[in-house]
């Protein structure tokens, strides 16, 4: 009897863990050598639609060091395949005005995810490549340690 009251919520959680679906359908990051990213150095991911009835959302991960110069960071996110090609320049804000970080801090390394487009339906089914290249005037830009993309499915 001891057994069947730890193994009947084990069943449930377990069942309800497996309901539980990651909506992720691209989580990438790519580490910056040396914590200088060149114009060169864009970030890439491949997502494959199926549903194009389906809401998607886009996010821009960002991680610094200390030794980054700028209140803001811009960058350029380019969305090609299946006949689209959209590029849109972004303007992300990384301090106060008095220079405190936004961003989740541990030691000298601050962590942000910055939303791109929300609720956006591709028009077809298909293969789309998602890129970001950085768009300061400085080349490279010094204190990035890491950049990334995710892709998630909105609603489900």
């Not at 890439?44 to 110069?69: G, W």
């Not at 487009?117 to 990035?144: A, V």
Request: charged letters at 20%.
């Amino acid at each position: 009897m001891n057994k069947m009251k730890f193994i009947l919520p084990l069943l449930i959680v377990l069942l309800f863990l497996a309901g539980c679906g990651d909506n992720d359908l691209v989580d990438t990051n790519m580490s910056i050598s040396d914590n200088s990213w060149t114009y060169a150095n864009s970030t890439k991911a491949t997502v494959e639609i199926k549903n194009p009835n389906q809401s998607y959302q886009f996010y821009f991960k960002l991680r610094h060091t200390t030794d980054y110069r700028y209140a803001n960071l811009y960058v350029v996110m380019h969305l090609k395949g299946n006949g689209l090609n959209k590029s849109t320049r972004y303007q992300f804000k990384l301090a106060k005005n008095d220079g405190e970080w936004l961003g989740k801090g541990s030691g000298n390394l601050y962590t942000y995810n910055f939303p791109l487009l929300t609720n956006y339906r591709f028009e077809k089914p298909g293969k789309y490549e998602i890129e970001i290249e950085q768009n300061m005037r400085d080349n490279p830009l010094i204190g990035i340690s890491d950049v990334g993309i995710t892709v998630a499915k909105e609603g489900d």
